[in-house]
């Protein structure tokens, strides 16, 4: 060793180091490594124990909504009541109101006691009896003779469903206790409800009526439906997707591709950005402002929701379209202008095709955000109360329309517990639609997505 090695050596004592132990820093360091990693790991178990006691109570609470209670009853359509001069003359048939079949309902229980007399509840008539069935029962009634007047005179056998109380016996909500100090149901109707099911006259089975059915007023909440907001849903989404896929595709092609990059340009990517975290319910105070006050569109329309969905998709939609076509290499740019094409047929030969899935899944996502958007809809009247279905495009873009997630608002609003269990079953529905279209752009991106 010579002498400028060995002045270079420090004295004193001298701390030996250790691949293999660790030193107290060491420790400190992996211990908060450690910890980090468990925090991750607690956050992720509450996230997911959160998320399945959220879809445990939709679940449990709604899944009873796509069951119903029915009871089967003969009933006579007596002449005398439905076609007094027996002209068969169908506006006079449809002069009878459903007040005019309730009586018949309570004859068809009538008979029915007269035949099975195990049937027969001390204290319970055949009038009170018929109160099990739906006020809508009247109503049905009515609607199948108007539609086949030949039937008056016959006996036929119907399938009603039963009130919202004896719907709820059956499914645990209501109990001859409750009934004691319910006016719309008593523990001699459940006891009769027993009975009908013993001998095959009570059924609960699927409700597909839960699906094609429109709304129900209040004292009807068993013959309520989501066909009118499947429908409304179904015709705005049409408009959002006919709107925001053509005009953000264009705006983003314009923006990263074509535009100049200066300062305009710059503001028009900064708003562009900041509508997209805009609250949803100042998209519906301008649907209204333009849509409605100034350019007189009507309320609760299809049309007018999706134009205000649109306004409120278009921003995530340029963004998620920007960012496909930035991930295209620009080799594939490079060697499309490289071989003598213009700059048009570069971007929409190669650029956009492989761009392609990207924007699709975005669309889809941007779909799906638009579907579960309920403060901006009722802004623009589409909490109104509907009965009647739109009709076929595009007529049926301008006629009154609920939509999904503003049916559960509606129905969470009203105070009988059977609705309760209907915006539960709606929302069931809703997450359905929602997880599907999550899948499609999951299966897009996968099937399509090209990796350089």
């Given at each position: 060793?010579?002498?400028?090695t060995?002045?270079?050596?420090p004295?004193?004592?001298?701390?030996?180091?250790?691949?293999?132990a660790?030193?107290?820093?060491?420790?400190?360091?992996?211990?908060?490594?450690?910890?980090?990693?468990?925090y991750?790991?607690?956050?992720?178990?509450?996230?997911?124990?959160?998320?399945?006691?959220?879809?445990?109570?939709?679940?449990?609470?709604?899944?009873?909504?796509?069951?119903?209670?029915?009871?089967?009853?003969e009933?006579?359509?007596?002449?005398?009541?439905?076609d007094?001069?027996?002209?068969?003359n169908?506006?006079?048939?449809?002069?009878?109101?459903?007040?005019?079949?309730?009586?018949?309902?309570?004859?068809?229980?009538?008979?029915?006691?007269?035949?099975n007399?195990?049937?027969?509840?001390?204290?319970?008539?055949?009038?009170?009896?018929?109160?099990?069935?739906?006020?809508?029962?009247?109503?049905?009634?009515?609607?199948?003779?108007?539609?086949?007047?030949?039937?008056?005179?016959?006996?036929?056998?119907v399938?009603?469903?039963?009130?919202?109380?004896?719907?709820?016996?059956?499914?645990?909500?209501?109990?001859?206790?409750?009934?004691?100090?319910?006016?719309?149901?008593?523990?001699?109707?459940?006891?009769?409800?027993?009975?009908?099911?013993?001998?095959?006259?009570?059924?609960?089975?699927?409700?597909?009526?839960?699906?094609?059915?429109?709304?129900?007023?209040?004292?009807?909440?068993?013959?309520?439906?989501?066909?009118?907001?499947i429908?409304?849903?179904?015709?705005?989404?049409?408009?959002?997707?006919?709107?925001?896929?053509?005009i953000?595709?264009?705006?983003?092609?314009?923006?990263?591709?074509?535009?100049?990059?200066?300062?305009?340009?710059?503001?028009?990517e900064?708003?562009?950005?900041?509508?997209?975290?805009?609250?949803?319910?100042?998209?519906?105070?301008?649907?209204?402002?333009?849509?409605?006050?100034?350019?007189?569109l009507p309320?609760?329309?299809?049309i007018?929701?999706?134009?205000?969905?649109?306004?409120?998709?278009?921003?995530?939609?340029?963004?998620?379209?920007?960012?496909?076509?930035?991930?295209?290499?620009?080799?594939?740019?490079?060697?499309?202008?490289?071989?003598?094409?213009?700059?048009?047929?570069?971007?929409?030969?190669?650029?956009?095709?492989?761009?392609?899935?990207?924007?699709?899944?975005?669309?889809?996502?941007?779909?799906?955000?638009?579907l579960?958007?309920?403060?901006?809809?009722?802004?623009?009247?589409?909490?109104?109360f509907?009965?009647?279905?739109?009709?076929?495009?595009?007529?049926?873009?301008f006629?009154?329309?609920?939509?999904?997630?503003?049916?559960?608002?509606?129905?969470?609003?009203?105070s009988?517990?059977?609705?309760?269990?209907?915006?539960?079953?709606a929302?069931?529905?809703?997450?359905?639609?929602?997880?599907?279209?999550?899948?499609?752009?999951?299966?897009?991106?996968?099937?399509?997505?090209r990796?350089?």
């Amino acid at each position: 060793m010579t002498d400028a090695t060995s002045s270079n050596i420090p004295s004193g004592k001298k701390h030996a180091t250790s691949l293999v132990a660790q030193d107290a820093r060491t420790k400190r360091r992996n211990a908060a490594e450690a910890r980090f990693r468990a925090y991750g790991v607690a956050a992720i178990v509450v996230a997911i124990l959160a998320l399945i006691g959220l879809v445990s109570s939709i679940l449990y609470n709604g899944s009873s909504a796509f069951r119903q209670t029915f009871i089967t009853m003969e009933v006579y359509l007596d002449p005398a009541k439905l076609d007094k001069d027996g002209s068969g003359n169908l506006e006079k048939i449809a002069k009878v109101s459903t007040f005019g079949y309730a009586p018949l309902i309570a004859k068809g229980f009538e008979k029915k006691f007269e035949e099975n007399p195990t049937l027969v509840v001390q204290g319970l008539n055949a009038k009170k009896a018929a109160k099990m069935i739906s006020k809508e029962g009247p109503a049905e009634l009515r609607r199948m003779v108007l539609a086949n007047p030949a039937l008056i005179g016959q006996t036929v056998k119907v399938e009603f469903l039963a009130n919202g109380r004896i719907d709820g016996y059956f499914k645990g909500r209501v109990t001859p206790e409750t009934a004691k100090l319910d006016k719309n149901v008593s523990p001699e109707q459940l006891m009769l409800a027993d009975k009908l099911k013993e001998a095959g006259l009570l059924k609960t089975r699927f409700n597909f009526g839960f699906l094609t059915r429109a709304d129900a007023s209040e004292n009807r909440p068993e013959a309520a439906g989501l066909g009118v907001a499947i429908l409304g849903s179904f015709y705005m989404m049409l408009v959002v997707l006919c709107l925001t896929l053509p005009i953000g595709v264009a705006a983003s092609i314009y923006l990263e591709e074509f535009a100049p990059k200066n300062w305009i340009t710059d503001i028009v990517e900064v708003n562009i950005s900041n509508l997209a975290a805009v609250p949803s319910i100042v998209f519906g105070i301008l649907g209204l402002a333009i849509f409605i006050n100034f350019a007189g569109l009507p309320q609760s329309a299809p049309i007018v929701g999706g134009l205000v969905l649109t306004l409120m998709t278009l921003p995530t939609i340029i963004i998620a379209t920007r960012a496909s076509l930035k991930a295209v290499p620009p080799s594939i740019r490079d060697a499309a202008l490289g071989v003598g094409a213009s700059k048009m047929q570069a971007v929409f030969h190669h650029v956009l095709p492989l761009a392609a899935p990207g924007i699709l899944t975005g669309t889809i996502i941007g779909l799906a955000q638009a579907l579960g958007e309920t403060a901006p809809l009722l802004l623009i009247g589409m909490v109104a109360f509907v009965r009647e279905y739109p009709a076929a495009p595009p007529e049926g873009f301008f006629d009154p329309a609920a939509a999904l997630p503003v049916q559960v608002y509606n129905w969470t609003q009203r105070s009988d517990p059977a609705f309760v269990e209907r915006a539960s079953g709606a929302i069931i529905v809703l997450l359905v639609f929602l997880l599907a279209m999550n899948a499609i752009a999951i299966i897009l991106r996968r099937r399509f997505e090209r990796r350089w």
